[in-house]
């Protein structure tokens, strides 16, 4: 029995892992599409796209920190990754100026968050 209830535990964390996936999915189409509304910089639109992906991995490290969920914590780590392989790769190459300023300022920001969210708790 308690094998089932962990099975079905597990289920429903997927479950909410693909919800989440799905909500952040459509989340950055929208940020795109507002910054493309109201803004013509491609440094505004790339900031957007970089902030949701911070908002995602913060997000899911605060929950599987609050909730103890493993898959939410890998699904952390991962998102906190591809903003950092995006910041390093094409935003350093891409934008200028205040554009850039940001997007590291960002990163760091994220990178400070997600590991006081990963340290062990102590208590």
Same mark, same amino acid.
């Not at 989340?27 to 929208?30: H, I, K, R």
């Not at 639109?45 to 992906?53: E, H, N, S």
């Not at 990178?111 to 590991?115: D, G, H, I, M, V």
């Given at each position: 029995r308690a094998h089932g209830a962990v099975r079905r535990s597990s289920g429903r964390h997927v479950a909410a892992?693909?919800?989440l996936a799905i909500a952040s999915v459509s989340?950055?189409?929208?940020v795109d599409l507002g910054a493309r509304t109201l803004l013509?910089?491609?440094g505004a639109?790339?900031?957007?796209?970089?902030?949701?992906?911070s908002i995602l991995a913060l997000g899911l490290l605060a929950? #599987?920190? *609050?909730? !103890?969920l493993p898959l939410f914590r890998i699904l952390?780590?991962?998102?906190?990754?591809v903003l950092a392989a995006k910041v390093l790769l094409w935003d350093l190459s891409g934008l200028h100026g205040g554009a850039l300023l940001g997007a590291v300022s960002l990163l760091g920001l994220t #990178?400070? *968050?997600? !590991?006081l969210l990963?340290?062990?708790?102590?208590d």
């Open positions: 892992a693909l919800s989340l950055l189409a929208t013509t910089s491609a639109l790339a900031l957007g796209r970089d902030l949701t992906l929950t #599987a920190r *609050a909730r !103890s952390g780590i991962i998102a906190a990754g #990178a400070t *968050a997600a !590991s990963l340290r062990k708790r102590t």
